[in-house]
Antibody, heavy 121, light 114 residues
Framework: QVQLVESGGGVVQPGTSLRLSCAAS????????MHWVRQAPGKGLEWVAF????????DYADSVKGRFTISRDNSKNMLYMQMNSLRADDTAVYYC??????????????WGQGTLVTVSS | EIVMTQSPDTLSVSPGERATLSCRAS????????????LAWYQQKPGQAPRLLIY???TRATGIPARFSGSGSGTEFTLTISSLQSEDFAVYYC??????????FGQGTKLEIK
């Protein structure tokens, strides 16, 4: 079955870096755009970043642009998020999400179980 | 950026009754011909990841029971749960995928037991 498993979350201090990983299985990874979506504690969902099938195109939410970098390795079926200059408001559960392409954009299915990133001094 | 607004924030309904959740977009998320709407619905239970329920405003995802239905076009959308089961009490989010970046979600509607 389709599975997405995130790792790499933890507690870090403001201004530091963290790298999230997502292992994909059960589908042809290189045939799907991939996304990161986050959810702050007790809050709603916020789309964070997108990477295209071959990794050549990337888009980011304004809130993370210039600090976060999404990437993928299709040979390993892996998705990554390099997060630099972390701030307290980056504290959230980060979900790895497969994009399912419609004409205009993607809906999201499935979602990984999430990995918690806590930014605190 | 397309802003998605859901109403109500919290909905209290008894098991077995119908629930109607609304989602409004700040601009149309339907195709120019109006035949397809770039709108999805997700369900999230406490401590779990969101799960896709509906895409294209009205198409149920694989494995989603028929009591879930979606409707609407343009800027106004509805998720209806025809006869609430205990497992349906959760938070529901709508999401547009017409104009991006960014992809945007509504703030969520919490469906609670009355």
């Amino acid at each position: 079955q389709v599975q997405l498993v995130e790792s790499g979350g933890g507690v870090v201090q403001p201004g530091t870096s963290l790298r999230l990983s997502c292992a994909a299985s059960g589908f042809t990874f290189s045939s799907h755009g991939m996304h990161w979506v986050r959810q702050a504690p007790g809050k709603g969902l916020e789309w964070v970043a997108f990477v295209s099938l071959d990794g050549s195109d990337k888009d980011y939410a304004d809130s993370v642009k210039g600090r976060f970098t999404i990437s993928r390795d299709n040979s390993k079926n892996m998705l990554y998020m390099q997060m630099n200059s972390l701030r307290a408001d980056d504290t959230a559960v980060y979900y790895c999400v497969r994009g399912v392409a419609a004409v205009s954009g993607d809906w999201f299915d499935p979602w990984g179980q999430g990995t918690l990133v806590t930014v605190s001094s | 950026e397309i802003v998605m607004t859901q109403s109500p924030d919290t909905l209290s309904v008894s098991p077995g009754e119908r629930a109607t959740l609304s989602c409004r977009a700040s601009q149309s998320v339907s195709s120019n011909l109006g035949s397809y709407s770039n709108l999805a619905w997700y369900q999230q239970k406490p401590g779990q990841a969101p799960r896709l329920l509906i895409y294209g405003a009205s198409t149920r995802a694989t494995g989603i029971p028929a009591r879930f239905s979606g409707s609407g076009s343009g800027t106004e959308f509805t998720l209806t749960i025809s006869s609430l089961q205990s497992e349906d009490f959760a938070v529901y989010y709508c999401q547009q995928y017409k104009n991006w970046p960014p992809y945007t979600f509504g703030q969520g509607t919490k469906l609670e037991i009355k």
